[in-house]
Each structure stands twice: as C-alpha cells, then as structure tokens.
Nanobody
Framework: QVQLVESGGGSGQAGGSLRLSCAASRLAVSSYCMGWFRQAPGKAREGVAAINNDGNTRYADSVTGRFTISKDNAKNTLDLQMDSLKPEDTAMYYC????????????????????WGQGTQVTVSS
C-alpha cells in the first residue's frame, strides 16, 4: 500500500523559512508527478508546487520565487523549501502523487491525484 507521510511543519515567523518533507513508501518519487497542496481554514485547497519525473517544476503565483520543490531520490522523499514566509502561507500542507510521469498543466488547479498524505500544519506569525 502506497503511503505518503509529511513532516517538517510547525510555526515560523514572517520572513523566516521552513522545510517540509514527504516520505514515500511503495512509490518511487523519482518516477512520477508529485506536488504540494495547501488548505487554510475556510478556504479552498490550493496547489502550491509540482515536479515532474524529469525535474521540471511549476509553482503557484503566490509562492513563485519563495518556495522550491525538489526530490531526494536517494531518500525517496519530496521536499518543499519555504523561504520569505508570509502569514498567508498558514495552512495545512499536503503531499500528493499522480501515477503519471508528467504533471498535467492543470494539476495544481484540479488536484486530481492518486495518493495524498495526511498533511502537516504550517503556521506563520507576523
């Protein structure tokens, strides 16, 4: 059974940094489209960043230039480096995977995924 387990969430200050990690079991992160989504209370889920099997990445406008998505193939993890944090980054962050080599251009909007993690909370104070 495929499992995605997020870690690294917590509290941070505006302007600071946090790093999230998603450990995958029974799924090779190097082979598939993977990404991060987030959902704040009372708001719709938002796609944050996606990465193809070839390493090409895509970001939401709200995080471009501040967040970096990457894969660690040796550890079989998906990571999200979050810099220059803003209070509006506060949300539950979820790791997701699609059984496709490349992420569709609309994936960050539709979020249709084969697997989801349980989420990790990120709270940014001003």
């Amino acid at each position: 059974q495929v499992q995605l387990v997020e870690s690294g969430g917590g509290s941070g200050q505006a302007g600071g940094s946090l790093r999230l990690s998603c450990a995958a079991s029974r799924l090779a992160v190097s082979s598939y489209c993977m990404g991060w989504f987030r959902q704040a209370p009372g708001k719709a889920r938002e796609g944050v960043a996606a990465i193809n099997n070839d390493g090409n990445t895509r970001y939401a406008d709200s995080v471009t230039g501040r967040f970096t998505i990457s894969k660690d193939n040796a550890k079989n993890t998906l990571d999200l480096q979050m810099d220059s944090l803003k209070p509006e980054d506060t949300a539950m962050y979820y790791c997701a995977a699609v059984l496709r080599w490349r992420c569709s251009p609309t994936w960050l909007k539709d979020g249709e995924s084969n697997y989801w993690g349980q989420g990790t909370q990120v709270t940014v104070s001003s």
